[in-house]
């Protein structure tokens, strides 16, 4: 029984992202982006409402390389200083799993709301 116990916990800690990760996660599931397009995107898809600071930006990027969810993509024309990350495909796989759990989750709230009301 332990054992389940601690794969659940595994499971909660790598899956049940933060919304700002979550948000980052999908800017570059879209293409491969650097810090500052990154930042633009996020706030745009939260329609403001998400405005990261570059310090929470770059701890998230940080965790997710050391994680193994996103790489450091090397480009010519960039400036030294100017780094672009893009979602490994380990990246892309617990993007999806975070999308399917929070779907079920949805369903699930929609379902329980709906027979509460009725």
């Not at 700002?20 to 939260?46: C, F, N, W």
């Not at 989750?105 to 929609?110: E, I, N, P, V």
Request: hydrophobic share 40%; proline share 2%; glycine share 6%.
């Amino acid at each position: 029984m332990a054992s389940y116990d601690m794969s659940v916990n595994d499971i909660m800690k790598t899956f049940a992202l933060s919304e700002p990760v979550l948000l980052v996660l999908l800017s570059l599931a879209e293409q491969a982006r650097h810090g500052y397009s990154i930042l633009k995107d996020v706030e745009t898809m939260s329609g403001g409402r998400v405005q990261l600071s570059t310090g929470t930006l770059y701890g998230a990027l940080q965790r997710l390389l050391a994680d193994g969810w996103i790489e450091r993509v090397e480009e010519d024309t960039a400036p030294r200083d100017r780094r672009t990350y893009r979602l490994t495909s380990r990246g892309r796989r617990n993007l999806q799993i975070e999308i399917d759990r929070m779907r079920h989750l949805t369903k699930l709230a929609s379902l329980r709301v709906a027979r509460k009301e009725g």
